[in-house]
């Protein structure tokens, strides 16, 4: 069965500094994953997607994400961070099968300082 | 503007009082889904339909109903609510059901059941 697991439910930043949010999956046949961002009293939005094209994937906002299948492992990166960037980050793997259910991981409060 | 639209966004109900939440999109969609969101768990998935007339169970289905009698619309209903359904509770939709797809959320509904 899949599952998602997120390092850290809270991380805090400077300003300009590197964003560095950790993702692990265990699937056992070949994953697609996203990373959502949810911002305070709204739905979720896609930031960006891996579905076994090119490992390294960027998203919007200036984030980007690695696959690395040997670590098992779907980081979200941003190398200069925003007060924008404030918000709350999903990582989540489809269930492959035939239907799209999204396995969530517990996501990641980032709070963003001046 | 293509979204994904819920009613009512706050809800405060008793235990037994029956209530819908409405889900609509504008995307012709043909997949549908309803999660609900607690801290520290992420988003589960509750129903799914792939398209009219077909819905299935997800992770978390007790206490609650569904139905997908037009493409655009997707109800959540809670027959008899109780307090441990107290949650944050989303509609998403994608433009099929397959595992690659991104899903569209709408923005929430609260729901507090005393």
């Known amino acids: 069965a899949q599952s998602v697991t997120q390092l850290g439910s809270h991380v805090s930043v400077s300003e300009g500094a590197l964003v560095l949010l950790r993702c692990n999956y265990s699937?056992?046949?070949?994953?697609?994953l996203f990373w959502y961002v949810q911002y305070p009293n709204q739905g979720l939005q896609l930031l960006l997607k891996?579905?076994?094209?090119?490992?390294l994937v960027k998203g919007i906002n200036g984030f980007e994400a690695e696959f690395k299948k040997s670590e098992t492992s779907f980081h979200l990166t941003k190398p200069s961070a925003h007060m924008s960037d404030a918000a709350e980050y999903f990582c989540a793997v489809s269930v492959s099968g035939g239907y799209n259910k999204l396995i969530f991981g517990a996501g990641t409060r980032l709070a963003v300082h001046p | 503007e293509a979204q994904v639209t819920q009613n009512p966004r706050y809800l405060i109900t008793v235990t037994g009082k029956k209530l819908t939440v409405t889900c609509s999109q504008n995307?012709?969609?043909?997949?549908m889904s309803w999660y609900r969101q607690d801290p520290g768990l992420g988003l589960r998935q509750i129903y799914y339909s792939m398209n009219v007339e077909v819905t299935d169970k997800g992770d978390v289905p007790e206490g609650y109903k569904v139905s997908r009698k037009e493409k655009r619309n997707f109800p959540l209903i809670l027959e008899s609510p109780s307090p441990n359904q107290t949650s944050l509770y989303f509609c998403?939709?994608?433009?099929?059901?397959?595992?690659?797809?991104?899903?569209?959320f709408g923005p929430g509904t609260r729901l507090t059941v005393l």
């Open positions: 699937s056992s046949v070949p994953p697609y």
């Open positions: 891996y579905t076994s094209a090119a490992t």
């Open positions: 998403a939709s994608s433009q099929t059901s397959g595992s690659y797809n991104e899903q569209f």
């Open positions: 995307m012709n969609h043909e997949y």
